[in-house]
């Protein structure tokens, strides 16, 4: 096989698989923006129908709230009478 000067073998090759990593990796931020978009505007649309939130479901901003209070009643922070009493507040 013949080579061209100043072109080594293989370069088509490695050029090929950069430009698929580069089209991939594009793909992919294209997907997930367009998947956060539509999570957007899912959200909108619940909130303006009052769906967002049912009174008795947990939001994971209270699920945070609660693990946070329960690693301070373990390190010794809160007392346990504490924690119930701010668990208490935060669920429904």
């Known amino acids: 096989m013949m080579l061209r000067s100043g072109r080594r ?14 089209v991939a990796g ?4 294209v997907a997930g923006r367009v998947a956060m978009r539509q999570q957007a ?5 619940d909130a ?3 769906t967002a939130a049912s009174p008795g479901m947990l939001t994971d901003e209270v699920v945070d709230q609660l693990k946070k209070l329960a ?7 809160l007392s346990d009478k504490e924690f119930s009493a701010k668990k208490a ?4």
Do not use: F, H, S
């Open 89 to 92: 507040k935060l669920l429904p």
């Open 9 to 22: 073998r293989g370069t088509g090759l490695a050029r090929t698989m950069a430009r698929t990593a580069l």
């Open 41 to 45: 505007a899912n959200v909108k649309k």
């Open 26 to 29: 594009t793909a992919q931020t």
């Open 71 to 77: 690693e301070l009643r373990d390190a010794g922070v």
């Open 48 to 50: 303006a129908q009052g």
